[in-house]
């Protein structure tokens, strides 16, 4: 029986004796692509928003997980995502943001691809001036398409194709959050930021998960939103976070406010909520704004964290959209210290995972249990297609 | 060097999509065998394409009156 790269036992034990994941998950190579595979090519990862491509043809290189791909707008005005590489000899098809007038042309020999991916060109491919060839089938030769789905702008993609769609995986999130599916506005260039931080993106998760913190790393925030005025939110093996109950409206100095989303319920204003859709997409959901904060994991140690923030109208007062975005900004910057710090305490030889407080760490626990469950599936997996193994 | 060997060279180096259809469109006409002529008449399209010009279609259609070029292919819904 081979040995597993890590033990998962005690990460998947009630919340009063589980343990943490193991130091491993934070600081391995080989666990690290483990976990690519398993928690985020294999599940509705976040790779970007919309926002980032919001005219016809307007197209993003990105790298995940050093995959290349390219999200672009299509023709039809749909958000899609392709591996970026022509079909011919693999060459990389856009190394930088650009507006798709046409046709993709590969800048080695020029096989051309639409926005929706078909293969419309292959010149010289049966000699020079002979466009066809019958060894060459355009129709099987397109883009390569990974399955995407869009939702409160955030781009959520499937690389391997085996999650169950999106809106079955989520159904209790999209009802959870139904008032709040509806146009939202980005804020544009100064409502967007990144935060690269030294640490594995995990942390951030666990960290944005639980409330516990507040008091202590954002004394600001705990002016006025206390520790006994949140809540935990809890969906095993879907989502988890937090929500306050006393969510205060930021104003400008003649009291204006940011429009509120039409047709709330009135919890909503008071109230706030911060959940992880697992596996790394960060959703924030108030009365007069949304943010979203998708981490890309660059290693087991790096991690940059793609901030936008999402108005209920187009318009908005400047200096007060400036001011929010400072006011979050602020608030995860604070964080910095917390999550690199928890990186480097996971190379501490015998570091057990760490206890959780019963109850008040039950949304991180519930993310540790739930990359436990999906490493756990993955390895039986492993284990039955592998004939050696089997034969034992 | 022929003045649309420089011309093409000049539109290359600045990757100006549309000099380069027009140019190679030129030399097509002035090509002395059919498949020089479409040999050209590709790049022409494929620039074309590349830029959305409003003359990609009717460049593909003699390229495929030619035997040389496909129609194209239905558009495809996206993979969700």
Redesign the interface.
Known sequence: MPHPVSDLSKVRQPIAQANGLPNAHYTDATVFAEERQAVLFDQWAGLGVGAEVPDIGDALPLTFLEMPLLMLR???G???VFQNICRHRGMILVDAPRKI?????CPYH?W?Y?T???L??T??VGG?????HEGID??LL?LI?????IWMDVVYINISGTAP??ENAHADLMARWAEFDKPLFHGGADSRFTLEVNCNWKLAVENYCESYHLPWVHPALNTYSRLEDHYHIEAAGRFSGQGTWVYRQLKDEDGTVFPDFEGLDAKWDTAAEYITVYPNVLLGVHRDHTFAIVLVPHGPDRTVEHIHLYYAAEKTPDALRQRNTEQWKEVFAEDVFVVEGMQRGRHAAGFDGGRFSPVMDGPTHMFHDWVASRLEQHRSAGAADDPAHAAE | MSSIDAALLAAHAAGDGTAMMRLYAKAAEAAKTSDAAAFYLTHAYVFALEAGHADAPALHQRLIDAGREHPAAPPRPPKR
Request: aromatic share 2%; with cysteine.
């Open positions: 299509d023709k039809q749909q958000v899609r007038e046409g046709a993709i042309r020029s051309c639409a929706d991916g078909r419309v060109s010149p010289h020079p001036g002979q466009n066809t355009r129709d397109g398409e990974v399955r995407s789905h769609p999106f």
